[in-house]
Structure formats: C-alpha cells, structure tokens
C-alpha cells in the first residue's frame, strides 16, 4: 500500500531558527515528491517538485532532499518567519498513476514564535 | 494565491442534506480535481474531471457526484449528508491531466454537518 509519513506531527520554533522537517515514503513505483505550504484554512500552495534524478531543489529560504534509494525527503527551513506557522504536505506521485496516483502526508504542524 | 476560487467560503448543514460546492479553475486549466481534507488529515482524492469527463475516483460513495463544464468551472455535490463529511473541501485545478501537471490548489470550502 502506498504511504507517506511525516515527522514530526508537530514542530513549535523560535522566530529565526532553522529546522527540517522530514517525509518517508513507500510509494512505488516512484514518480515525483512534491512540498506544499498549507496555511490554516487555505489551500496548499506548491513549495518544491523533485523527480527521481533530484536529489535538491530550493526555493528561497526552504530546501527540499530527496534520496530515492532510501525513499526519504526533507524540507529544511532557514531563518525562520512568523509567516512560516503553517501546515507542510509531503506529496509524492505514483508512477504510472492516474488522477488517483498522488499520496499525500498527514503534514507537519509548524508553528513560528516570536 | 492562486487563481482558484471556490464557493461558498463556509457552510454549515444538518445531516441528510444535499450540499453543492462550486470551483472556478485557472484560466488555461481543463482539469479539476476534488479532495477532502479532515481536520488534522491530508487531503484524500475524491474524483478528476477532465474536459466535462470523470477521469479518475478516489474510495467514495456514489452520493459522491460531481461535474464540470465547458468554461471548466466545476461542481461538487454530496447528498444525505452525515456528520464525518464535516471537513474542508479542497478544488485544484491543473493545466493538462498528465502527471507532471501541478495542481492548484482553491482556498477550500469548510462545510459543518450537524
């Protein structure tokens, strides 16, 4: 069954800090990993897209990892902002898959305090 | 924000209802995919439409219908309402239905079934 894990659920840092956030996967075969921003009540917006030959992508202060062979992801959050508290969603495609063949993560909770 | 828009913002109904919810896709989109998203959850895939055609269902029921139409604009609908339909309703909208197309995701409708 395909799957995707984030950790951690919950994550409370302090105005300025960096952290990671982190994604495993056992979706198969694989097509493409996305990072979406999701602030509360809103709708997730894309932050980053890796394919199997990337194994870094960034996007102003994130920067997203993958390593295919092990099936892990990372975002990692530089210098972080108040406008950074929001929800982030690991998406990762199923090769092959049709309209059905996105997996989304339960996201990771991330809260920014001054 | 993206160029989705979804109607009505926020909804409340009691069980055993009927409830439409509407998406208006990007200019240039032909696609439109629906998610529900629980409180706490990511988004699960309910159905793709694709040029005024069902492309796609996720695992829900029939009372599950939707439909699209020629300007690609979309409607969600759900009858007999219960109370674990409570959760926000996400619309998004790509250029194309092919894999690599990213979706844009609509701020979502919140609907409340008491």
């Known amino acids: 069954k395909n799957q995707v894990e984030q950790s951690p659920q919950s994550l409370i840092i302090l105005e300025g800090k960096n952290c990671t956030l982190q994604?495993?996967?056992?979706?198969?075969?694989?097509?493409?990993l996305r990072w979406y921003k999701q602030d509360t009540g809103r709708g997730p917006v894309s932050l980053t897209i890796m394919t199997f030959s990337e194994n870094t992508k960034s996007n102003g202060r994130y920067t997203a990892t993958l390593d295919a062979d092990t099936k892990q992801s990372s975002l990692h959050i530089t210098a972080s902002q108040l406008s950074d508290s929001a929800s982030y969603i690991c998406v990762v495609r199923f090769r092959g898959g049709g309209a059905d063949g996105l997996t989304f993560g339960k996201g990771t909770h991330l809260i920014i305090q001054p | 924000e993206t160029g989705v828009t979804q109607s009505p913002t926020h909804l409340i109904k009691t069980r055993g209802q009927q409830v439409t919810l509407r998406c208006s896709s990007q200019s240039g989109h032909n696609t439109v995919s629906w998610y529900q998203q629980a409180l706490g959850q990511g988004p699960q895939f309910i159905f793709q439409?694709?040029?005024?055609?069902?492309?796609g269902r996720g695992n829900f029921p029939p009372r599950f219908s939707g439909l699209q139409f020629p300007n690609y604009s979309s409607e969600l609908n759900v009858n007999a309402l219960e109370l674990d339909d409570s959760a926000l309703y996400l619309c998004?909208?790509?250029?194309?239905?092919?894999?690599?197309?990213?979706?844009?995701f609509g701020p979502g409708t919140r609907l409340t079934v008491l």
């Open positions: 439409y694709y040029r005024e055609e069902e492309n």
């Open positions: 994604c495993n996967y056992t979706v198969s075969p694989f097509s493409n």
């Open positions: 998004a909208s790509s250029f194309d239905k092919g894999s690599y197309n990213e979706q844009f």
